[in-house]
Each structure stands twice: as C-alpha cells, then as structure tokens.
C-alpha cells in the first residue's frame, strides 16, 4: 500500500470526505474544513498529493479555528503543527533511519524510497534540526544534523 | 421537553435518522444526550453542547440563548498554498468550498 493510500484509507475511517477540485488559482494546493479536505486537480502525483494530503489530515488532527491569516502568530503556530504532523508521519526519524539502511545515498533516492516529495523531506530534516540540533541517537543509529545531513551506524565493541 | 430542545430533537432525527447514531458519530453516550434533551441545553456541560452543535453546524452561542441559528461560517478552515498571502479570487475559492462543505452538511 503506498502512502497515499494508507492517508487516503485514514481519511476514510475518519469519515473525512476527499474532493478534488480544479482550483482557478494554482497556489491553492489543498483545503481542511470542519472535517472535509479538497485537494487540487493540478496535483500530479501521488508524492505531491500526498503531501498536501498528510498536512490537511495535520489540520484535521491539531487545528481549530479560521488559520488564513499567516501574520497571525497562533496561525502560524498550528501551521507548524499541522505541517509538523505531516513530517512525523510520512517520514519521522526512523523513516530517516530506514532511507539510510536500504542504501539511499542522497535525497532525491531517500524521498523515492520514502514516497515523499523532495521538498516535503527537506523541510522535515529542516524542522528535525532545529528541534534536535547537531545530532540526535535512536537506538543504534546517530542522526547528524550539522554540518550536513547523515546517519551513521554505531559499532558496540566486540 | 422545551421547545428548543423539541426543535433539536428534530433536527437531529431528521438528519441522522436516530438519536443513536447521531451519539455515535459524535461520541457521546446516548444517556448523556437524553439526559440533555430533556433536562435543557443550558444546564448541560459546555463540551458536550460543543459536540453536538459542531456535528449539527450549527451557532453554539445562539444555541446556548434558545435559538437554532446555522453557524456564521466554518469551524476550522485552513489552507496549503504557495506564497504569503490570498487575493481577493482565492479568498472567494476558498469560502465556495467552505459553502459547499456546509450545504453537503445541511443535506
């Protein structure tokens, strides 16, 4: 089942209606209200619509209230959240961890291996560092976030 | 039984069909919905007066003052775009398909 499959199956046991709509505007990717979700015709494939997927279900999960307005600081907040959400569970640490473990060597194979866009794993690595820094370990594995992206394996002494 | 709560009854059965499933798809026990038909909205817990006017898209403060009065506009309404802001043509797409989430509610 691919991700857009299972968020899709999600929304359905939520009782959350999916629309797609042709939107005039292509800035419009997707809309959350009071339970619905539209996504626009313009999304092409099934990363991408999933992406916009994941975050509308973020909206469902932790949003209240009418969130337009991005000047805002709560708007912005439960943006975060909402976006946040989407992070954790299309991709998470160990998604991360398991990108590195099938032998991803970069971001474009991690997102394939992920079926994530590009744009919505470095944004999550983006939201990962900030809340955990330089590195952060998970069980066996060390997450690097600085200077650059990577995870390493460590070897317990024999 | 109030007229508020007899107009509610109603409108609830109208909708769903029965009392029951209307307390399924909100989570509350049929009891507790009873018990708040028949002893009055403005005695019962604030949370579960939400409850039953978010599912019914219906204004909570015109509810808690006697009235049935359909919701001024969405709940939660939130949106993925590119950019920082909407022009008035988005604004409007944006209220059309929080129209038709309502109507399909009303339905």
């Known amino acids: 089942m691919t991700n857009l499959e299972k968020l899709e199956e999600e929304a359905d046991q939520e009782g959350i209606p999916i629309d797609t709509i042709r939107f005039e505007s292509e800035r419009i990717k997707g809309l959350y209200c009071d339970g619905n979700i539209a996504l626009s015709a313009d999304l092409q494939t099934s ?3 999933s992406a916009v997927l994941a975050e509308e279900l973020g909206h469902h999960y932790t949003s209240s209230g009418i969130i337009l307005d991005m000047n805002d600081t709560g708007n912005r907040k439960q943006e975060l959240q909402a976006r946040v959400w989407a992070y954790n569970r299309m ?3 160990q998604g991360l961890i398991a990108a590195h473990r099938h032998g991803c060597r ?8 992920l079926d994530v866009t590009e744009e919505l794993l470095e944004e999550a690595v983006n939201y990962y560092r900030g809340k955990y820094g330089i590195m952060y370990q998970v069980d066996n594995f060390v997450i690097y976030f600085e200077p650059c992206f990577g995870v390493f394996e460590s070897i ?3 | 039984m109030n007229d508020l709560e007899l107009q509610l009854k109603e409108l609830i059965l109208r909708r769903y069909g029965s009392l029951k499933n209307f307390c399924e798809i909100i989570e509350m026990p049929w009891t507790t919905l009873d018990s708040i038909l ?3 909205i403005s005695k019962a817990n604030i949370s579960n007066v939400l409850k039953i006017s978010h599912e019914l898209g219906i204004d909570t403060e015109s509810l808690a003052s006697g009235k049935i009065v359909p919701a001024a506009g969405p709940d939660t309404l939130a949106a993925h775009f590119d950019g920082d802001g909407f022009t008035p043509e988005e604004m409007e797409e944006i209220k059309k398909y929080a129209d038709y989430v309502r109507s399909r509610r009303e339905e």
């Open chain 1, 47 to 49: 990363a991408d619509r």
């Open chain 1, 91 to 93: 991709i998470g640490l």
């Open chain 1, 106 to 113: 970069n971001r474009y194979e991690a997102a394939e291996y």
């Open chain 1, 156 to 158: 317990s002494p024999a």
């Open chain 2, 38 to 40: 028949k002893r009055g």
